[in-house]
């Protein structure tokens, strides 16, 4: 078994890239796992994940997977940052599946932010939450 935030990594950058739209704005290499702030413009970055373990059962496991998507562009003060952000909206927003796992309520956008950074970047942070459960 795959551990779950790495599964839902996975899932996203998969479903990330096959959007066109997604796409048009960002070249697929720059759709990672990395450093918070990126060499390269524009950039998705897939950060931390985090698990909350939701109940424990003989041979099931209930969890909360939680993942941050980092969205860097230049220039043009924030609007290309949410530009690309209204992109990943989209394409996380239909229903997805994780492989070896359940989805109780799909694949949730809980939270997003949008901030200049002091390098003259914006910055985007898209906060994703999925409950998840397996069997042991």
């Known amino acids: 078994m795959t551990e779950p935030s790495l ?16 796409m048009e ?16 413009f524009p950039s998705i970055i897939l950060g931390n994940g985090q698990v909350e ?8 496991r209930n ?4 993942l941050d998507l980092h969205i860097w562009a230049k220039g043009d003060g924030l609007e290309g940052t949410k530009t690309i952000g209204g992109a990943v909206w989209n394409a996380i927003g239909r229903e997805l599946s994780v492989p070896g796992f359940d989805l109780h309520d799909g694949i949730r956008v809980e939270r997003s932010i949008y901030m200049r950074d002091p390098s003259g970047c914006g910055h985007g942070i898209i906060s994703l939450r999925a409950h998840m459960g397996y069997h042991l």
Request: a neutral charge; hydrophobic letters at 40%; charged letters at 25%.
């Open 7 to 22: 599964a839902l990594q996975t899932t996203i950058r998969a479903r990330l890239i096959a959007s066109p739209h997604v």
């Open 63 to 66: 969890v909360t997977a939680f």
């Open 25 to 40: 704005l960002v070249d697929a290499k720059e759709i990672r796992d990395g450093d918070t702030r990126p060499d390269a």
């Open 53 to 60: 373990i939701a109940g424990h059962y003989s041979n099931y």
